[in-house]
Every structure is written in C-alpha cells, then in structure tokens.
C-alpha cells in the first residue's frame, strides 16, 4: 500500500500536529506509533486499492479526530491545582479572603469614624472597590502559590499541607441551635418588626425628620422634628439594609433551614450594619429636641436632654459595633470551617 | 417520556463505560501472552466481544510498559515499522493476581446480584 503525495503530506502535517501538543522524549515514540495504527487501519479499511489519496486519508483523520485531542490521551491531566491539594486550597482560601475582607472593613470603619467623610455613598462604593479588589488579589495569590506547588510539588510529601487536610475528630462541627430549624415564631416577629421598621422610616423620610406629637389629646396634632439632617442622609442606607434583613427572614421562613446563602447574608448586612452605625456616630447630633424646647412648659433642660440622649445612642451604637463585629467574626469562622449546605 | 428514555438511555451508557473501564486493564493484558501491536490488540479483542478504541489502547500500554508489566519493541514488518508488546515476567505475575481479585470479585457480585432475583 502506497501513498500518493498528498495523502502523505496531510498524513505529516497530522503527526506534526500531534508532535507540537507533546511534550518530553516520547513524543516522536507516540506520534510514530499513531502513525503505525493509521497505516494499520487504512490497509484494512481500504484493502484494494494500490494507491491511497488524501480523501482517504481525510476519512481516517476526522475518525481520529483533532490533534490536540489525541494528543491530550497521552498526557497525564493537568491541573491549576489537582484534587490532592484542592481541599487545603479551598481551605486556605476561604480563610485569607475572610481575613482580607475583614481586615479592610475595620479599616474602612477607622477611616471613617476618624477622617473626613465626603459622600457616604462615595465611601460605601469605594468600601465595596477596595474589598473586590483585595479579595481578588488575595484570591490570586494563593490560587498562584498553590499552582507552584502543584507544578513543583509533584510526588512529593508536603508536611504542611498533609497536617491541614488530616481529619482531626475535634474539628467536627458542633450541634449549635443555628444547625436546627429556623424558629418560625422568633422569624415572623422579625417579619413584621422589620415591616413596621420599613414603614417608619419611609414616614420620617417623607416628612422630613418630623414626626406628629399630641401636647394636648383635644388639641390638634402637631408635628415635631425630632431627627436631624445628619440622621436623615442615612435613611435610605437604614431601609436598604432593613429591606435585606426583612428578604432574609422571609427566605429563612419559606425555605425552612439555615442555608450558607442565607448565613453568609446574614454576615454581610451584619457587616454593612457595622459600618453604618460607624457613620452614624460620626454625623452626632442624630436626633433633636429643638421643637420641645419651643413648646416649652415642663421646667425641663432639653439641651441637656437632647445632649443626653445623643450620648446614649452613640454609646449603644459603639456598644453595637463591638458585639455585631464578633458576631460576624464567630459567624465566618463557622461558616469557613464547617459550612451549611 | 421520549426525552426521559433519552435520559435513561445516556446514564446507562455513561454507567456501562464507567464498569468497563476498570477491566480494560485485565482485558488488554489477557492478550499480552503473546507478542502483538496495537493494531493486531483492538482486533483481537474486538472479534472476542471486546471493543476498545486506540485513544485508550494505546495511552493504556504505555502506562503498563511505564509500570514495567510489558516490555515492547520496535520491528519492521511487512515493510513498515510497527511496536509489539508482550508481558514480562512482572506481567506475567500481576496478570495472576487481577485474575485471582477478579474471579473473587465476579464470586461477590454474582452473590449480591443472586440476592435481588
């Protein structure tokens, strides 16, 4: 069996095809025994005729089909990071970018509180900028690093990274009261607290800070201002997040679990809570007692009062930055070592 | 119900390749007693009810002949070059040992089966 000159070429040009997808010494071995098998099987498949053309030869070729694809039989599966070092990946990962994440939102809140705010949505976008990019930076590196001990690692025993996979009966996770069903009355309280919350604030918002006061319950109602411009700039900050709680605990409600959508969302509105309630000790005075003052009567100091009052707030909202904060830190941690499903 | 026998149709085939793959090995290795080529193996296995496709005939000898169970060589035959393989002794003896495990595999699944009739 013969080829005729162009059966002969596209037949080259294939094994070169082939040969350029190989890498190391056998790739000349691997694409002299393809060679062999095609020959093989053109001498069976086309056993009459003296001289094979490159119709035939296209035939057996588009059977073969692409010479990367041949190729890619002989070579052992490549991987960015293989599955023996995937789950310390994974692991590492979730860590160094719950790290990150975390490290720059306290530093976003320092930032905030001490420096000068010029736009809180400017600094909320430049907050979700920031934490994008560091999480993809951080995302990078480790995915690079595991890459080169994929690459240079191979066969070998990593110490390190065998004692991170080793199954340890004490990280088994805890059964918390988190693990069990949502409680479907504390949920519905949430529900409608939050709709209740929701509704006042649209009305303070609408009114300007101004809400209605009864001096005398036969006169007629009067309306007061009792929160400040400052307090007002975060209303549709506070519905915004009020909005995600109130779609949180009615997801919780219909889908009847705690799930790690559910929990990491919780994590983040509990975050931008945090950095909110930043802001708004920055921007004391929050609430006013002007219009009580004009109204007069009781022999009450309202500037103290109002003083009062607006010193109570910030210290229940530091008082909250605290708590929610380790909170949040408690939560990413078992959500990272043993997420829900 | 024609897209659910489709259905039914891929996940038997996809689940059939998975049973078979495990056994290729033992498969090809049955036929190495004596001295053959790639080509003259798929036949062979072919005509006893064994169809197996060079993409994995040929990656597979070269994994055994890595692992030191065949040896092989280049010779040119009916004027052109082709490489036969054949087990060596390591072969020889692994090929016992699959045989023994697989017989006592057949045994237990030939039990388990016989349970649901």
Redesign the interface.
């Known amino acids: 069996m013969k080829l005729n000159r162009s059966a002969r070429d596209l037949l080259d040009r294939y094994l070169l095809g082939v040969k350029r997808e190989l890498t190391g010494k056998?790739r000349e071995d691997?694409a002299?025994?393809?060679e062999?098998?095609l020959?093989?099987?053109l001498e069976?498949r086309f056993p009459k005729m003296e001289e094979i053309t490159e119709l035939q030869i296209k035939e057996i070729l588009q059977e073969?089909?692409a010479p990367r694809?041949?190729a890619a039989?002989?070579s052992s599966q490549r991987y960015l990071v293989g599955p023996r070092l995937f789950p310390a990946y994974f692991l590492v990962l979730k860590i160094v970018i719950a790290a990150v994440i975390g490290a720059l939102t306290l530093s976003t809140i320092i930032n905030s509180v001490i420096g000068e705010t010029i736009n809180v949505w400017l600094t909320v976008l430049e907050y979700f900028g920031t934490i994008w990019s560091g999480a993809l930076s951080a995302g990078g590196s480790i995915t690079l690093i595991f890459a080169l001990i994929e690459r240079f690692g191979e066969g070998k025993e990593i110490k390190e990274i065998d004692e991170l996979q080793e199954f340890k009966l004490h990280d088994l996770p805890e059964l918390s009261a988190e693990d069990k069903e949502p409680g479907k009355i504390g949920l519905s309280i949430e529900i409608a607290l939050g709709i209740i919350g929701i509704a006042f604030f649209t009305y303070v918002n609408n009114t300007g800070g101004f809400v209605p006061y009864f001096l005398n319950p036969q006169a007629e109602m009067e309306m007061v201002r009792l929160f400040t411009d400052n307090f007002l700039q975060y209303v549709p900050l506070i519905l915004a997040l009020a909005g995600l709680d109130l779609t949180r605990s009615i997801t919780l409600l219909v889908q009847g679990y705690q799930s790690s959508l559910t929990n990491w969302w919780q994590i983040c509105t509990q975050g931008a809570h945090v950095v909110l309630m930043a802001f708004l000790i920055k921007s004391l005075p929050l609430i006013t007692l002007d219009a009580f003052r004009m109204i007069g009567g009781a022999d009450v100091d309202f500037a103290h009062l109002e003083s009062l009052a607006n010193t109570g707030i910030a210290i229940g909202m530091a008082v909250g930055i605290v708590g929610t904060s380790i909170d949040i830190i408690r939560k990413v941690i078992r959500e990272i070592r043993n997420p829900s499903a | 119900m024609g897209m659910m026998n489709e259905k039914r149709t891929t996940d038997f085939e996809k689940l059939k390749q998975e049973m078979r793959r495990g056994v290729i090995v033992l498969a090809a290795m049955s036929q190495l007693k004596q001295e053959q080529y790639g080509y003259s193996l798929i036949k062979n296995l072919k005509d006893k009810g064994f169809d197996v496709g060079q993409d994995t005939l040929y990656p597979l000898l070269r994994r055994l002949e890595q692992q030191e169970l065949l040896d092989s060589e280049w010779r040119v035959d009916d004027s052109r070059p082709r490489r036969y393989y054949i087990l060596n002794e390591t072969g020889k003896e692994m090929l016992r040992d699959l045989k023994t495990a697989w017989r006592e595999q057949q045994e237990v699944i030939r039990s388990l089966l016989d349970e649901i009739e």
């Open positions: 056998q691997i002299a025994e393809i062999s098998y020959l093989d099987l069976e073969m089909g694809k041949v039989q002989y």
